[in-house]
């Protein structure tokens, strides 16, 4: 997981929504579609 507290997505990847797995909610986290769209820290 990526240290960005607002973003629980890893690196190249971007939080839509929620879903629910194991009986708990999780961020939704799918690839981004822009590959050179890079995280400014």
Do not use: F, I, L, R
């Amino acid at each position: 997981m990526a240290d960005d507290k607002k973003d629980p997505c890893w690196d190249g990847y971007k939080q839509v929504g929620t879903k629910e797995k194991n009986d708990k909610k999780v961020p939704n986290c799918v690839p981004s579609k822009k590959k050179s769209e890079k995280k400014k820290k």
